[in-house]
Structures are given as structure tokens and as C-alpha cells.
């Protein structure tokens, strides 16, 4: 079974995609993230990790799949979709564990 994803990957052209990610961004999120360490508020900086990669993610989507406007439309449909799904589900997760008196 993985020998199948593997080629599959290989041969999706996925193995050979580069991201470009602005260093400028990159910077700022290890900025943000060490004050959020330092504060002590991972839930915080856990989101916004995620903000940050979702972006790079969105990023890698438009460079790659930009030929052809069909595969690009279903990509980032789903990638929304999915991208708010995964956003809901964690600040409804961190929500009651606080309430529920939880802490990290």
C-alpha cells in the first residue's frame, strides 16, 4: 500500500513542486510564535501556525495546479471547505476545554 502512494507521489509531479514562501512572512511568523511561546499562550500560537501555513498552502495551490483553471477551481474550493472545517473544529475544541477548566 505505501509502495503505491510512493509512486503515485512520484509520479503526481508533487515530488519535483517548489513553494515559494515570502521571507518576510516566515520571519514574522517565528516572531509571533517565540512571544507566544514566551507568553505561555500555545493555543494562540497554534492557530496561528495554522493561519500561517493554510496561507503558504494556498500559495503552493495557486503556483501549481495555475495551468488549468478547472483543477484549480475544484482545488481551492475543497481547500476553503477544508480550511474552515479545520479552523471550526479547533476553536470549538479549545473553547470547551476552557470552559471545561482543562488546561494545557
Known sequence: MFHQV????QASGLSHA??????MEAIVLLI???IC???????????I???????????FGE???????????????SYIVFGIVVLTL???AMMVATRSGRQE
Open 6 to 9: 510512493w509512486l503515485w507521489y
Open 18 to 23: 517548489m513553494i515559494s514562501i515570502p521571507g
Open 32 to 34: 509571533v510564535l517565540t
Open 37 to 47: 511561546l514566551l507568553c505561555r499562550i500555545t493555543r494562540t500560537g497554534l492557530m
Open 49 to 59: 501556525a495554522y493561519i500561517f501555513t493554510y496561507r503558504w498552502g494556498l500559495l
Open 63 to 77: 503556483q501549481y495546479f495555475a495551468g488549468n483553471a478547472r483543477v484549480y477551481h475544484v482545488f481551492l474550493t
Open 90 to 92: 479547533a476553536l470549538v
